[in-house]
């Protein structure tokens, strides 16, 4: 998507400036997480080992952390068509076919986003009265963050179903690169 030339005029070039915004947002904060993960992962093994202290707390922090972090990753990867595919006979449809192929892949993904987005919540409430034990945060709030990634992902396949392939969403194939 960083490659790729906006649209002249329209609602595509509405789409792909929101798009990009979401993705560099996705990316800044899932990174972001990460780091932080990173920085008190750290630091619990410097209080344990060096100083003696227990820090309990950090793993109910940490693995917060890492569900939003994959959250945000997700949403991004799915904007950039970068989630793992198997494309057994997409290169011998013909345009017509491909492109119903798209929508109907989209369509079949946004039911299985809003099916796990509507899990996540019903979990999320369920959980509402188990709490962790060191910060006795909700469950809730693990829950929130998948919920969040699957809504995310279900609104743009709704868009792709709607919308269909875009040139500028795609990716220089691996052989195009290599030919150059």
């Given amino acids: 998507m960083e490659d790729a030339v906006a649209p002249r005029k329209g609602p595509d070039r509405i789409a792909f400036y929101t798009l990009r915004i979401v993705t560099r947002l996705c990316d800044g904060v899932g990174v972001t997480l990460m780091v932080a993960i990173l920085v008190l992962l750290v630091a619990a093994v410097i209080a344990r080992d060096l100083l003696g202290l227990g820090m309990p707390w950090t793993e ?6 890492a569900i939003y972090a994959i959250g945000f990753g997700s949403i991004s990867a799915w904007v950039r068509s970068e989630h793992l595919v198997v494309d057994l006979f997409s290169h011998k449809l013909s345009g017509l076919g491909k492109n119903i192929q798209y929508r109907l892949t989209a369509l079949i993904s946004c039911g299985f986003f809003a099916l796990a987005a509507w899990g996540a919540w019903i979990m999320s409430d369920m959980s509402a009265n188990n ?3 060191s910060l006795s945060i909700s469950f809730s709030y693990l829950y929130y963050g998948v919920f969040f990634s699957f809504a995310g992902m279900a609104l743009i396949a709704v868009w792709q179903t709607l919308r269909g392939p875009v040139t500028w969403l795609e990716a220089p194939r691996e052989e195009e690169l290599i030919s150059q």
Wanted: glycine share 0%; net charge neutral; proline share 0%.
């Fill in 60 to 65: 109910e922090v940490a693995s917060m952390l």
């Fill in 131 to 133: 709490k962790t034990v």
